[in-house]
């Protein structure tokens, strides 16, 4: 009873579940792989859904310091990394409800997006929006994907909206989507790769070799960078059980790393969040981690604008 002293709780085994795969050839191959599924006692990396309403007003306050400017975000990733999405996501957390102004696909595995693309963050006046925009473009499939020298000229402002993406050449100077004379504001301030979580692993070279040149050329024009890492729901089952345990899951961590290692981006770029596909109302948590990329890609932004005024 009272006088016996109670033993420490054992530690839990890591969880695990099986997938079995068959290979059909002169004999049956059958081959399991068996994944170990663990969480962090304690997260590696600090957030709560509490953030929300302290991040949720930095970005409603967020104002350049010159009058007129816009800081503009360049989107780009794999075809279906959901790009569109994350827009749309934004847009609901910033309103308080479901919006849908970007259009996404659920069912083409190809880019569904063709054009250069402008998106405006409405405040929740219609006719006032926030002062930073968001860029969407075709995605980088290997064969079929945008030209990487198309991204390059939008760094430097050089591609209008509603230009359409052609997979086998560039944009021309003669072409009359070509920005002759580009302002500070048609300029790329930060750049967002965004890439599917679930899918990371078996990224084609080609696709990662893309993201690799691209982060190079924003690189040498001093260009801010994020990598936000979606789906993150669908690349673990700890994670999908309970969004808290994102950043308490080991698979995770190790993506981001490997994903690090390999295109260059440093971890503490790198953000995992969910973006809304299937709800119909919004989420604490859900917000969280939105709003969390959403405050650093601003910052990033906003100091490098004020860095080239200089």
Known sequence: MGGEKSKPKPEEPPRKFESHILYHDANIISLTF??????????????????????????????????????????????????????????????????????????????????YSTFRIQREN??????????????????KGVQVDD??????????????????????????????????????HVLVCIVPAHTLSSMSDETVQKIRDIRLEASRLGIPQVAILTKVDQACPEINKDLKNVYRSKYMKERMEQFSANVGIPMNCIFPVKNYHEEIKLNDDTDALILSVLRHIINYGDDFINWKAE
């Open 34 to 115: 068996v994944f170990y599924l663990a969480v962090l006692d304690e997260p590696w990396r600090k957030i709560n859904s509490g953030d929300k309403q302290h991040d949720l007003q930095y970005v409603r306050d967020y104002k350049p310091q010159t009058e007129g400017q816009q800081l503009r975000i360049l989107l780009h990733g794999p075809a279906g990394a959901g790009k569109s999405s994350f827009i749309n996501s934004v847009q609901s957390v910033l309103l308080g409800r479901m919006y849908r102004q970007a259009l996404a696909d659920n069912i083409s595995h190809s880019c569904f997006t063709k054009k």
């Open 126 to 143: 219609p006719d006032t929006f926030y002062p930073f925009i968001l860029n969407d473009i075709m995605g980088l499939s290997p064969q």
């Open 151 to 188: 991204v390059k000229l939008a760094f430097t402002g050089h591609l209008k909206e509603g230009y359409v993406f052609n997979p086998g050449s560039k944009l021309s100077e003669g072409n009359e989507f070509y920005n002759k004379s580009p302002t500070v504001n048609d300029k790329v």
